[in-house]
């Protein structure tokens, strides 16, 4: 295997790239109330999602420990990267660059590089399916890195939430505004910046307008949207992710559309109905 592309679990895998040994995730540690969960192939969504609406407290996740990244560059191959979290969300990117030199420690000449995605969920994914194309068609190391930072750079994440008690619980909105917003319906649409710090882009009243609202803001500021490959996933609404992707295909015209479901962390902070995309 010449290069192997870790993941941590927030990323979403595709069937294909469940299946193909360059991929390999890096597993989250989520807990409710104390109750541990893991955020693998094991994860239980709708089991999660119940315990999570029943608790009055904030969920939490926690990173892969830095040996966790090591043993996952212990493997051989000649190319090694690393794909996190937003490093202005979790612990996660520091953790793999720590992963990262105590694999150097012993491999001195690896070739290794740990990508902070400036997103999560499934930009995380397109992100990881960049690097493979590059691999693929026979890119240098050096030149991989280069076209996949300014990939990043590029990219846009977006999402609209069914409810807002996770941000509230997590102390990313206050319970005042919280409060409001349920009692009138408002529905926040969300962005990042290029430095993958959240920020609200608009909001509209009812689910159905927010989304259609998401889909305009995302057909504005699309760039060569025949290149691109758009990831949208859902936590556990299929519905609403085909209404989605139908809204999206009546206004923009891209490459491709991937709908998946929710990795643990996504449902962590999506919460049901809950929609991410990024292009």
């Given at each position: 295997m010449n290069y192997r592309i870790v993941v941590d679990s927030c990323g979403e895998f595709t069937e294909d790239m469940k299946k193909n040994p360059h991929f390999v995730h890096a597993a989250l540690h989520l807990s409710i109330d104390g109750e541990q969960f893991v955020d693998d192939e094991t994860f239980d969504r709708l089991d999660f999602l119940a315990k999570m609406k029943e608790s009055p407290n904030c969920p939490k996740s926690s990173c892969p420990s830095p040996e966790v990244y090591r043993a996952a560059f212990d493997c051989g191959a000649e190319h090694l990267y690393a794909i996190t979290l937003s490093a202005e969300l979790s612990g996660s990117y520091?953790?793999?660059?720590?992963?990262?030199?105590?694999?150097?420690?012993?491999?001195?000449?690896?070739?290794?590089?740990?990508?902070?995605?400036?997103?999560?969920?499934?930009?995380?994914?397109?992100?990881?399916?960049?690097?493979?194309?590059?691999?693929?068609?026979?890119?240098?190391?050096?030149?991989?890195?280069?076209?996949?930072?300014?990939?990043?750079?590029?990219?846009?994440?977006?999402?609209?939430?069914?409810s807002l008690d996770n941000l509230r619980k997590n102390g990313r909105l206050s319970a005042v505004k919280a409060l409001v917003a349920t009692a009138l319906n408002i529905k926040p649409v969300m962005g990042a910046t290029d430095q993958g710090v959240i920020i609200q882009l608009g909001q509209a009243r009812g689910m159905q307008k927010a989304l259609r609202l998401m889909a305009e803001t995302i057909t504005a500021e699309l760039e060569h949207p025949e290149e691109k490959v758009l990831g949208l996933v859902h936590c556990n609404n299929p519905e609403r992710a085909e209404y989605v992707k139908q809204e999206l295909m009546k206004l923009v015209k891209v490459k491709d559309i991937i709908v998946l479901e929710s990795s643990g962390v996504s449902t962590l902070y999506a919460a049901q109905g809950g929609i991410i995309i990024a292009v």
């Open positions: 520091n953790s793999a660059v720590l992963g990262m030199n105590l694999f150097l420690e012993n491999h001195p000449d690896a070739k290794v590089h740990v990508f902070n995605s400036c997103s999560a969920s499934v930009g995380e994914t397109l992100i990881a399916k960049k690097i493979a194309e590059y691999e693929e068609a026979g890119l240098d190391f050096e030149a991989i890195i280069e076209k996949v930072d300014d990939f990043i750079l590029h990219m846009h994440t977006y999402f609209v939430l069914e």
